[in-house]
């Protein structure tokens, strides 16, 4: 069935450091991909998503490249703030529009 | 403002009782789902709803029921019945056919 493998964490990186979390995943067809974003005791946040092979999502600075071949959606950031500290989760669409998720990789920056 | 509500935000929860957590939506969408949240373990789909009246299990239904009396309305009952239901879990909706969801902030359920 389809899945999400995501790289596990924590990560910890200083405030302007390079950021890339992989993904990858397996599925049926072309599925949408999603990243998600969550802060402590809150719900998910969309941050960014692709719906066809080659699409670049992008949004507040993240990015991450629909990847047919390699079967990937990594996330990356050229300059982490203290404020992306959280757990994000990549995802994608099910086949009865819900969505299958990674198990989450938590970030922290330090200042 | 827009948006999906989910009521308590904590709630706790003696072993053997049944308790409902709400979950109402504003923004016009048809599906509605229920998925739960385990540290470490990602989100796992417990039930869905794409129209009025109509509901189908997800991949750990046992131990929960929900209804969808309304378009706006998706609550999830914890039934006795569930053994380990000490979780945070989130209601998300979508326009139907897109799979692109918004959540609410979540209830975190603790049994004592």
């Known amino acids: 069935g389809n899945s999400v493998t995501q790289m596990e964490g924590p990560v910890t990186l200083s405030e302007e450091a390079f950021l890339t979390i992989n993904c990858t995943y397996t599925a049926t067809g072309y599925p949408s991909l999603f990243w998600y974003v969550q802060y402590p005791g809150e719900g998910l946040q969309l941050l960014l998503k692709a719906t066809k092979a080659d699409d670049k999502g992008s949004n507040k600075g993240f990015e991450a490249t629909y990847r047919k071949e390699t079967t990937s959606f990594h996330l990356e950031k050229g300059s982490v703030q203290v404020s992306d500290s959280a757990v994000y989760f990549c995802?994608?669409?099910?086949?009865?529009?819900?969505?299958?998720f990674g198990k989450g990789t938590k970030l922290s920056v330090k200042p | 403002d827009g948006g999906i509500t989910q009521s308590p935000k904590y709630l706790f929860r003696k072993e053997g009782q049944n308790v409902t957590l709400s979950c109402e939506q504003n923004l016009n969408h048809d599906a509605m789902y229920w998925y739960r949240q385990d540290p470490g373990q990602g989100l796992r789909l417990i039930y869905y709803s794409q129209i009025v009246n109509d509901f189908q299990k997800g991949d750990i239904a046992e131990g929960y029921s929900v209804s969808r009396e309304k378009k706006e309305s998706f609550p999830l009952t914890v039934t006795s019945a569930q053994k380990n239901p000490t979780a945070f879990y989130l209601c998300?909706?979508?326009?139907?056919?897109?799979?692109?969801?918004?959540f609410g902030q979540g209830t975190r359920l603790t049994v004592v």
């Open positions: 998300a909706s979508s326009m139907s056919g897109i799979t692109e969801a918004f």
């Open positions: 995802a994608l669409g099910g086949s009865q529009g819900n969505l299958i």
